[in-house]
């Protein structure tokens, strides 16, 4: 069964620090891995997709890696704003269909 | 300015009725997508339709039912058979079957059951 797996669940920082995020996917065959950044109550906005060859995206303040061979994933935030406040979530395509594997996110607060 | 709208932002539902979600497009995208969220998971798949005429059960279709008579519009009616109804429903589009196509989400309906 195609799985995504995000930690921590939840995360407190300070503004201005940095932090990193981590997926960990058992999905087959792999087509390509995305990080959304999610507002409450909004959809999801597209911040770095990831194909296999690829083992860094950066999107500004967001930095993805992608080690496909562990299956994992991380997304780094530099010099955090308060505007960072959301549900971050890793996504994973696969198949012929490339239908997507959600992962349940990283809450993340940044605090003045 | 291109994107997909979702209405209403707020649903509210007796027991035992049908309701309907509203999506649509103006990004001239083939396929569209149903999810719903709930707190701490990942978003599910209810539907899909990757052409006009056509849709697909995704892993949660079931108390669901949708149709795509347009492009530009993808409907969900959520029915009295789904006995958990309330969640957070996104819409999203694909521009065609590409892997590295991206999704465009819309702003969600939260559906509360009273």
């Known amino acids: 069964k195609n799985q995504v797996e995000q930690s921590p669940q939840s995360l407190i920082i300070l503004e201005g620090k940095n932090c990193t995020l981590q997926?960990?996917?058992?999905?087959?065959?792999?087509?390509?891995l995305r990080w959304y950044k999610q507002d409450t109550g909004r959809g999801p906005v597209s911040l770095t997709i990831?194909?296999?060859?690829?083992n860094t995206k950066s999107n500004g303040r967001y930095t993805a890696t992608l080690d496909a061979d562990t299956k994992q994933s991380s997304l780094h935030i530099t010099a955090s704003q308060l505007s960072d406040s959301a549900s971050y979530i890793c996504?994973?395509?696969?198949?012929?269909?490339?239908?997507?594997?959600f992962g349940g996110g990283t809450r993340l607060m940044v605090k003045p | 300015d291109g994107g997909i709208t979702q209405s209403p932002k707020y649903l509210f539902r007796k027991e035992g009725q049908n309701v309907t979600l509203s999506c649509e497009q103006n990004?001239?995208?083939?396929?569209m997508y149903w999810y719903r969220q709930d707190p701490g998971q990942g978003l599910r798949l209810i539907y899909y339709?990757?052409?006009?005429?056509?849709?697909q059960k995704g892993d949660i279709a079931e108390g669901y039912s949708v149709s795509r008579e347009k492009k530009e519009s993808f409907p969900l009616t959520v029915t009295s058979a789904q006995k958990n109804p309330t969640a957070f429903y996104l819409c999203?589009?694909?521009?065609?079957?590409?892997?590295?196509?991206?999704?465009?989400f819309g702003s969600g309906t939260r559906l509360t059951v009273v």
């Open positions: 999203a589009s694909k521009e065609g079957d590409l892997a590295n196509y991206g999704y465009t």
């Open positions: 997926c960990n996917y058992t999905v087959s065959p792999f087509s390509n």
């Open positions: 990831m194909t296999f060859s690829e």
């Open positions: 996504v994973v395509s696969a198949g012929a269909g490339n239908m997507l594997t």
């Open positions: 990004l001239n995208h083939d396929a």
């Open positions: 339709s990757q052409i006009v005429n056509d849709f």
